[in-house]
């Protein structure tokens, strides 16, 4: 079994960033409920095959997914995800909670990227997200699982500073999370009410593009 050794480094917390390079604003993440389930859905029959072998381990059919989405149990898990202007979820990132080992808590961390917004470091905010909802939650270490040709998921764990074991073309990554603090706190409710205006902004827009639209025949007529 190889292993990489993690940094010394503190555990990741996003803050908020300018424009990144090309004009694109940052990613915004806000937490998903049972309303987004449909979303979540779109979202992921929208990965091509190779997609869904790197995110669930198998090349998994359409009512697998279906299943999954309907298992999700909100109350129990933290699910993330980020938005574009039509309100579509192109990035998202599930947070699973493992049964608790005396005061050792983990936590197990999946993402998935559509394709078309690949390279924008829409995974690594799903990713910091997750550490700091997991530090706010009493989570001692995020994991994850994934094959090891998964490129997204190494640099992730790479850049985190986590502990990676290889074995069998499979990988995972470790991250022991330093306590609460205030910090932390307050930073997941800025980066919550952040993401919660963005989206009631990208959905008034959306309406207004509707409406709009349904002016124009009418318009045209005239």
């Known amino acids: 079994m190889n292993m990489i050794t993690p940094r010394a480094a503190e555990p ?36 091509g095959e190779d997609d869904r072998l790197l ?75 997750a550490a700091i909802r997991s530090r706010n939650t009493h989570v001692t270490t995020l994991y994850m699982h994934c094959l090891s040709r998964n490129s997204t998921m190494m640099h992730i764990a790479k850049k985190a500073g986590m502990k990676i074991e290889y074995a069998y073309g499979e990988a995972d990554a470790y991250l022991t999370l330093s306590p609460a603090d205030q910090t932390s706190i307050i930073a997941e409710m800025l980066q919550e009410q952040a993401a919660v205006f963005d989206y009631a902004l990208k959905r008034q827009a959306r309406q207004a593009s509707k409406l709009f639209e349904s002016f124009m025949p009418a318009a045209e007529a005239a």
Do not use: C, M, W
């Not at 938005?83 to 999946?110: I, M, W």
């Open 12 to 47: 990741i917390v996003a803050h908020d960033r300018p424009l990144q390079p090309g004009g694109r604003a940052p990613a915004l993440v806000r937490e998903l409920t049972a309303i987004d389930r449909e979303r979540l859905l779109t979202h992921f029959l929208a990965l």
């Open 55 to 129: 995110r669930f381990g198998q090349v998994v059919p359409n009512h697998v997914i279906e299943n999954y989405v309907r298992a999700i149990d909100f109350t129990r898990d933290t699910v993330f995800g980020v938005f574009d202007s039509q309100l579509q979820l192109t990035g998202v990132g599930h947070l699973a909670y493992l049964p608790a080992e005396g005061d050792k808590r983990t936590a197990e961390f999946g993402v998935s990227v559509l394709e078309s917004v690949r390279g924008q470091g829409i995974g690594s905010k799903l990713f910091e997200r």
